[in-house]
Structures are given as structure tokens and as C-alpha cells.
């Protein structure tokens, strides 16, 4: 139902990074307001996002989808996409699909605007 | 429901096989808004039929999952009718059936990713009345039911001619204990 999104640009060793933050449920009525911003960041030439989810109280296989999405659009561009996540419920769902060998998974903004490998 | 919907309960009773009544049971129109309800409605019962507070998480996840995946189903077949979930609480264990109105031709759980196939082989393949224009990973469908077998360790697809259902369950220490 609700979601929110907002994003701010932070500068990092490895360049400018984009940091999406978002917050609320991201589930498959929602999830289409994530991709529409992943998607416009990276037509507007943001390749390098840093998605924070700390904020985030719901993430279904929808939302899993459009992350997957953003990544295979970044990459693309040989860009990155990250994810700041602390919130055992949320890892414990990439971690049974697998998807915690795809995404760098950190655990502050800090530290995924500082990676650079 | 009586007098809800005149005709439709053919289709329902054979939906869900299970002996009893269910404790609670909701129909809602395949719109990806009314999932989160189904959620929160799921949460309630089950947190009231005492299943674990560490695992009503999961039950969350696996009915929006389900309901999920049938709204994609009958959204995608152009399907009106309701997508329907029973929340049933028996003595030790709390079960939750979702039902959809997309025939299937057999028992066999992977005709239920089969028969979504239309559409997901190319992000530009049309379809403008999908929920999901552009499916960034094809197969979501599938993902889905993936989230809900890794989450859940009793669970069923049954497929027929009235529709498919999901069928998941977990233990509960029965309202009983609350009372």
C-alpha cells in the first residue's frame, strides 16, 4: 500500500553513487513504483545505485523481481546495484531464493558507497 | 456468503476439497491492492488460531505469494472472478487455501508455471492489459513459488478443471489456548 522512495546522489572512492531509499512494502502492488524509479534513474545515466532498505517492513517475490530488474539494467551499463539490509526477515528472503551470491548485500550506506570491487 | 454471488459457489465448492468449514474465508477481485489485505487478514487468524509469533512472518509472505500469483493468473487469462483464500484453524495445525479460477489440465504442479507462459518469453510481447507490462524476471510466477516452498514445509499445488489451488499449513496451538 504504501511505499516511499527517495533518492539522493553521494560521492564514493569509486565514483558518484546513487542512493535509493526506501521504505514501506514492496510487494506486487507496489513494486511497479520501485522499477519506474529504477528504471528512470537509469535512462537519466545513474548506473552505480545503492538501494537502502532499512526502512522496508515487506519485500515479496515481486519486489525481488524488480531488483533483479534494476541489476540487469545497471549492468548494462557496467554499473552496480547494492543493498543496505540489516532486517533478518528481509535477508532470510534472498537468502532462500539465492539471490544473496547476486546482490552485495551491506550493511550501512556508508560501506556500500565505499565498496568498490 | 449467501446471496453474495448467485451461481459462482459451483466453481468455489470445488475449489477447496478440504472436509471442514473454514474459519474465515475471503474473496477479492484479482487487483494487485487487495493482496495486502489478504495478508493482513491471514496474519490475524493465524496469530489468533496461536500460530507462532516467529513464524507469522512467513505466513505473510506465503499467502501474498499465493494470492499474488493467482491475481497474476487470472489477470493475465482475463479471468473476472474473485480470487478466494480459506484460513482454516484445526486442532494443532492452521491451514491456508488459495484458489484461482485458471483451469489447468492436470494435477501436476508444473503445468502451473506452464500455463502462465503467456507473455513472460519477451518484455515486449504485448499483453497491455497485464499487471506487469514489463517482467524484469521472467518467470516471477515461478519465484513465487519458490518463496513459498522455501518458506513453507507443508505445502501442495493442486491443479483441475475449476482452478488451482495452493494449499500450505502450519502448526498451531489452537485458539483454545487463548480463550
Known sequence: MDLSLSTRNVSGPGGDRTVVEVGGEIDVYTAPKLREQLVELVNDGSYHLVVDMEGVDFLDSTGLGVLVGGLKRVRAHEGSLRLVCNQERILKIFRITGLTKVFPIHTTVDEAVAATD | M?????????????????DGMATVELRFSAQPEHV????LVAAAVARRAGVDEAVLDE???AVGEACSRAVGLHRSHGITEPVSVALTEEEKVFSIEVGDSVPGPGGDPADSGARNGSGT??????????PDPETDGAGEDEMGLAVISGLVDDMEVRSGAGGGVIRMSWPAAGAALQA
Open chain 2, 59 to 61: 505466513v505473510r509472505l
Open chain 2, 121 to 130: 518469453t519477451g518484455a515486449s510481447g504485448g499483453g497491455l492489459d497485464r
Open chain 2, 2 to 18: 449467501p446471496g453474495d454471488t448467485p451461481g459462482a459457489p459451483e466453481s468455489y465448492a470445488r475449489t477447496f476439497e478440504g
Open chain 2, 36 to 39: 495486502r489485505t489478504a495478508r
